[in-house]
């Protein structure tokens, strides 16, 4: 039985990866400086090192902040042939350590585009970052992960990626949960509510049951900066011009960006989407 060790085993994705992997033909270990309630399958280390002594795979599920220390803490000991397998949604940094481990290790740089609410990894997609090997790395992520949607991709592409993905995102839905945080009339609002602030409430929501120190780190990748400030730009642009009355500028800029998205999108099938999204969340 292949030897698995999940280090972060008490966080959220810690967590989905000990299920995901225990009960199959990995025996699991889980480490957790903050925790040692891992299910009943899974064996729990005392110490980092501990845990990865006997490992064949190691998955990081770390603070993307301390992955890079925590690789140069445990590559060394780890036992030759065995596989670091890295989750972490930013990617910069921590490739730099990955690509200086020893040769005996063997580096998978993923980063699994979704949470750990789902059931199945079945048509969810990942991304796939090369390191040394990319057609060996591949082939074993596409191994541990069977039935996923792969992309491949290098290390600054996938922080400016990830910028829009799951930055901006994260980034104007913290501010739309904060405002509506503070309404008082909370219940009067949901009354009145249609389908696109429902909608836009369920996932601003559901966004913020992530921790914040992981949302904190999404909106501190250096590549949003870029995007964010078009953002801000467009924001006081289109007040500006709505407050000076200039309705031809407002309605120029609409019909531009409608015009965009048509190009690579169906708006109209997003919308029918949208309808069937709101019957769903009234079940």
Not at 179 to 186: L, V
């Amino acid at each position: 039985m292949k030897q698995l060790t999940v280090i972060g085993a008490g966080g959220q994705m810690g967590q989905w990866f000990t299920n995901y992997f225990s009960g199959s033909e990995y025996q699991v270990t889980g480490y957790d400086s903050e925790s040692n309630e891992f299910g009943k399958n899974v064996i729990v280390a005392e110490s980092l090192v501990g845990a990865i002594l006997k490992a064949d795979y190691v998955v990081l599920c770390t603070p993307t902040r301390r992955t890079p220390e925590i690789i140069r803490l445990i590559a060394k000991e780890m036992k030759r042939g065995t596989y670091l397998i890295e989750i972490s949604s930013e990617k910069g940094k921590v490739v730099s350590s990955l690509g200086k481990m020893p040769d005996k290790i063997n580096p998978i740089c993923i980063h699994p585009m979704f949470g750990p609410g789902i059931k199945t990894v079945k048509n969810q997609n990942i991304i796939s970052v090369p390191i040394k090997d990319a057609k060996k790395e591949l082939t074993v992520a596409k191994e541990l992960f069977e039935g996923a949607n792969f992309v491949t991709i290098d290390a600054i592409e996938h922080d400016k990626k990830i910028a829009i993905i799951l930055g901006l995102t994260h980034l104007m839905n913290l501010v739309f949960a904060n405002i509506i945080s503070k309404d008082e009339k909370s219940i009067l609002t949901e009354k009145m509510s249609g389908t696109t602030f429902r909608v836009q409430k369920v996932l601003a929501e559901s966004i913020m049951t992530e921790t914040p120190e992981l949302i904190e780190t999404i909106i501190a990748n250096p590549e949003i900066r870029r995007v964010a400030e078009e953002l801000w730009k467009d924001v006081g642009r289109l007040l500006t011009s709505v407050q000076e009355s200039k309705t031809e500028e407002v309605i120029e800029y609409i019909k531009n960006c409608q015009e965009r998205l048509s190009k690579h999108s169906d708006i109209n099938e997003s919308y029918k989407k949208l309808t069937k999204m709101a019957k769903a969340i009234e079940k």
